[in-house]
Nanobody
Framework: QVQLVESGGGLVQAGGSLRLSCAAS????????MGWFRQAPGKEREFVAA????????YYADSVKGRFTISRDNAKNTVYLQMNSLKPEDTAVYSC??????????????????WGQGTQVTVSS
């Protein structure tokens, strides 16, 4: 069992930056690939980024590539999402998720095993 808690969301102007954190419980955090997803009002949940258990592999949605960076610190059981050059269309609830697969980077939400409660990110124009 893995419990995930996100933090770092908030209100920011377009062009600004935020860093989201996702703290995980348990001693096996490094064995999980991790992902970030987002859901805007009235829209389906959308894949944002994923990282392998070692942190050596990452994958991004085209919509955030070059602006967002996913990273992890296995000693702190935490995964991060650095978001730069934010746009109003990035406004959503952002959630982290854990996948028992160590190396496979999945983009479909249903393939993840554990989820956090989400944190709101609002980008004003």
């Amino acid at each position: 069992q893995v419990q995930l808690v996100e933090s770092g969301g908030g209100l920011v102007q377009a062009g600004g930056s935020l860093r989201l954190s996702c703290a995980a419980s348990g001693r096996t955090f490094s064995s999980y690939a991790m992902g970030w997803f987002r859901q805007a009002p009235g829209k389906e949940r959308e894949f944002v980024a994923a990282i392998s258990g070692s942190g050596g592999s990452t994958y991004y949605a085209d919509s955030v590539k070059g602006r967002f960076t996913i990273s992890r610190d296995n000693a702190k059981n935490t995964v991060y999402l650095q978001m730069n050059s934010l746009k109003p269309e990035d406004t959503a609830v952002y959630s982290c998720a854990a996948d028992r697969s160590y190396t496979i980077l999945r983009i479909r939400a249903k393939e993840y095993d554990y989820w956090g409660q989400g944190t709101q990110v609002t980008v004003s124009s």
